[in-house]
């Protein structure tokens, strides 16, 4: 049986409506349109790019171990990126940055000189009679082990430090090692008591630069410790004075809940420490 040219046309059209509804419930049962990717932030999942710390803009007033403090860094590592000698120098507008370059090791190698050739020794003339060498003579004496008995001495009491409290007063807040609003312990206090340094040391930042620390003071005792002193309602001392322990720095004030309180932190090497481990216990 011939079948006509406009029967053909009919099944053509519904074949075509079939495979189009196919297709439209097939869309309907994914999970969901393919993802999209981000061009300024990583897919979730994936690795970010390593981050140096960034960059930051000096101000007038900031001292680079300010900078340090603020950003919880040691002032040393913070000098070293950016090629800054003692006495730690910085300048309004200089761009500091605040971590190890991405090619810092490539730098370093560049650097490092290679090591000058020794020259070669000379035979030396005698004439028979041999002197003992001056090390030698000395250790006979005694004399290297005494130089170096007293230097191990000397570097032993330039690293210890016989903390104090800074303040009396009860202590209102702990120190957390997991809270980062709790790098320090605050002591409870009357308004203008007197605030005094915990151990001898310098006078590195004297001033309210700090958001968070009101008028504050920091003293560096040695190469790894530093200590701090927040919420003062008057500062006696200045940059570069030499304070000995005990002496009074500052004047209590109040913090932001108008609480008369010292915000008082201990810092080696960039980090901080628990003060209360130590300062002395108290009878």
């Known amino acids: ?47 970010p790019k390593r981050s140096y710390g960034g960059y930051y803009r000096v101000k007038s007033g900031d001292s680079l171990y300010a900078i340090a403090w603020r950003v919880g860094r040691d002032f040393r590592s913070l000098a070293a990126w950016n090629g800054i000698r003692p006495p730690y120098t910085i300048y309004p507008g200089q761009r500091l940055r605040l971590g190890p370059s991405s090619n810092g090791k490539a730098e370093r190698k560049r650097k490092q000189k290679p090591a000058p050739k020794k020259a070669a020794r000379k035979k030396a003339h005698t004439t028979g009679v041999k002197t003992a060498p001056v090390y030698a003579r000395k250790k006979a004496a005694g004399v290297v082990k005494k130089t170096k008995t007293a230097s191990k001495k000397k570097r032993a009491s330039a690293s210890r430090l016989r903390w ?18 709790r790098q320090g312990i605050k002591i409870v206090g009357r308004f203008g008591q ?30 790894n410790f530093l200590s701090a002193y927040g919420h003062n309602r008057k500062i006696l001392v200045k940059e570069g004075d030499q304070v000995a322990k005990g002496e009074r720095i500052a004047e209590m004030g109040k913090s932001s809940d108008g609480k008369p309180v010292l915000h008082f932190e201990i810092r080696r090497q960039g980090t901080p420490v628990d003060p209360v481990a130590l300062l002395p216990n108290r009878s």
């Open 1 to 47: 049986m011939a079948i006509s040219t406009s029967m053909v046309s009919a099944r053509f059209f519904v074949a075509l409506v079939l495979i189009i509804l196919a297709s439209l419930l097939s869309a309907c049962g994914s999970t969901g349109p393919a993802p999209v990717v981000s061009r300024e932030y990583p897919a979730q999942g994936a690795s």
């Open 164 to 181: 104090q409290w800074p303040t009396q007063g009860r202590v209102l807040q702990r120190f957390s090692n997991s809270d980062r609003t």
């Open 194 to 223: 007197p605030i005094r340094a915990a151990e001898a040391g310098t006078i590195v930042y004297s001033g309210s630069g700090l958001i968070g620390y009101g008028r504050l003071i920091i003293v560096k005792h040695n190469k």
